[in-house]
């Protein structure tokens, strides 16, 4: 038996299976594998036998009798070995034709994707830092103006000032008011009335502050009237749709898909503002109530003075913004941007604070009242991030049971409702325990979520355009 299937020069027999090999050939598989290779055994150098045979003489081959045989045979060897060379060598040139072409095309490819993209990045940093002296109509009379990025007028920054110290010195020392909803009250919530579908998509829901009157969009806008169960007036916004709104105490406020903010008064428009390079898509109002801001995809927020009717600032920032709110002093305006982050602005000087990174497109976001923390939700999550301003750490993640659409705390900062296609829930914090319970879940789809007066009742608006109320069986739909 041999490995290399030639008769062995040197012979060997294995102890074990009498097997015969050739010596060089089997000590060198057995220190390499440990075993006999026909059998699969344990073999070992010291189990070889050496073995006795005459040496072998291999015949010589007919082509090597003579030495015109041989000079043929050293020829024929010869041309095969040219004509292989000369072969490896049109391959070796044409291997290198192909990769040359290859990293040409390479470099030209890169050259026109570094070109395209420096061009984009340019339009982008063009369209959001556009001169928006184009005509924005800041009053009721149509003056124009012209919009840069100068400082707040110094009134405008002492007022911020002066309501910053106002509401921070009494914040934490305001009680519960003896009227607000409990625990108890708010889990026993039910639907008490649903008002036919009103303005299809459901983008907008904002609840006035005497509790009556809502202000509602789709792909229109108008007020509802909870008492009344029916709509009051309609809105009439212009070109585009409706994607945010509020209540400026008596007036309607909201942002436009055309890049507008409309202040109405009744179902009168008494203020416009076009200043957006791009779709507005939130506005914020300062508790002081003559301050307002939106956001846009242009990447800036502006700052509008209600009282002038005029734009103060507009701000620029790194990625579009989705989302908006005031801190409750006032002096910061937090964002939520498309590049996953909320980033929190000085509205007196406009600079960026502080940064807290959600990791996805930030869908809405909500300040409790409390002045400390600040509740985000990124697009098609389910799942709530609260952070506190002071350490600016996430401290602590609330899990619904299917994506969030809309958040809302109430002003003891105790309830967080969130709403959804899945249905509405509400999370309660207990100072007492410092931990988070879910008191109400009800599978009432909705777009939008928003508290009634004294957190005695949650409104919420569907895709359908359709207001319900949810309050206790005993309260009245107001």
């Excluded at 909705?446 to 919420?460: K, M």
Aim: hydrophobic share 40%.
């Amino acid at each position: 038996m041999t490995v290399s299937g030639e008769a062995p020069q040197v012979p060997v027999a294995s102890r074990k299976s009498g097997n015969v090999y050739e010596k060089r050939l089997i000590e060198a598989y057995i220190s390499e594998n440990g075993t006999e290779p026909t059998t699969g055994e344990s073999l070992s150098v010291e189990d070889l036998i050496d073995l006795k045979s005459p040496n072998v003489v291999y015949p010589r081959p007919p082509q090597m009798t003579s030495i015109p045989a041989m000079l043929s045979f050293f020829q024929n060897e010869w041309d095969a070995l040219a004509l292989q060379t000369y072969t490896l060598q049109q391959n070796l040139h044409q291997a290198r034709q192909e990769l040359s072409t290859a990293l040409y095309e390479n470099d030209a490819a890169v050259r026109v994707i570094a070109q395209l993209t420096k061009e984009r990045d340019e339009a982008r940093a063009t369209l959001a830092q556009i001169n928006v002296g184009r005509a924005a109509a800041a009053s009721t009379n149509g003056d124009a103006m012209q919009v840069d990025s100068a400082p707040l007028p110094q009134v405008i920054v002492e007022k911020i000032e002066s309501v910053q110290q106002s509401l921070s010195k009494t914040r934490r020392k305001r009680p519960v008011p003896e009227d607000w909803a409990t625990p108890d009250s708010i889990s026993a919530y039910t639907s008490t009335s649903t008002s036919k579908p009103l303005f299809p998509g459901g983008t907008v829901l904002a609840v006035h502050e005497a509790g009556d009157m809502v202000l509602v969009a789709g792909n229109k806008a108008g007020v509802y009237s909870l008492s009344e169960h029916t709509l009051s007036y309609a809105l009439d916004v212009g070109e585009g749709t409706v994607t945010n709104g509020l209540w400026a105490h008596d007036r309607a406020v909201v942002a436009t898909s055309a890049g507008a903010v409309k202040v109405f008064d009744k179902d009168q428009e008494v203020s416009s503002f076009s200043v957006h390079a791009g779709r507005a898509n939130a506005v914020a109002l300062h508790p002081s109530g003559t301050i307002l801001a939106s956001v846009g995809e242009d990447k800036t927020y502006i700052v509008f003075d209600l009282e002038s009717n005029r734009v103060l600032t507009q701000v620029l920032s790194n990625s579009s913004l989705r989302c908006a709110q005031f801190h409750p002093d006032g002096h910061l305006l937090a964002a939520g941007g498309a590049d996953g982050q909320i980033k929190i602005f000085d509205v007196k000087s406009g600079a960026e604070a502080a940064t807290f990174d959600l990791g996805g497109p930030v869908q809405c976001i909500f300040f409790s009242e409390n002045g400390t923390w600040l509740a985000g939700v990124t697009e098609k999550s389910s799942t709530i991030s609260i952070w506190d301003l002071r350490k600016a750490t996430e401290i602590t993640t609330l899990k619904t049971a299917g994506q969030i659409d809309s958040i809302s705390w109430d002003y003891t900062g105790q309830f967080l409702a969130a709403a959804g296609q899945g249905g509405v829930t509400v999370e309660h914090y207990s100072k007492t325990s410092k931990e988070w319970s879910e008191i109400l879940k009800r599978e009432t789809p909705a777009t939008r979520i928003a508290w009634g007066t004294q957190a005695q009742s949650l409104v919420t608006v569907d895709e359908d355009g359709v207001i319900t109320t949810l309050a206790a069986a005993a309260a009245t739909d107001a």
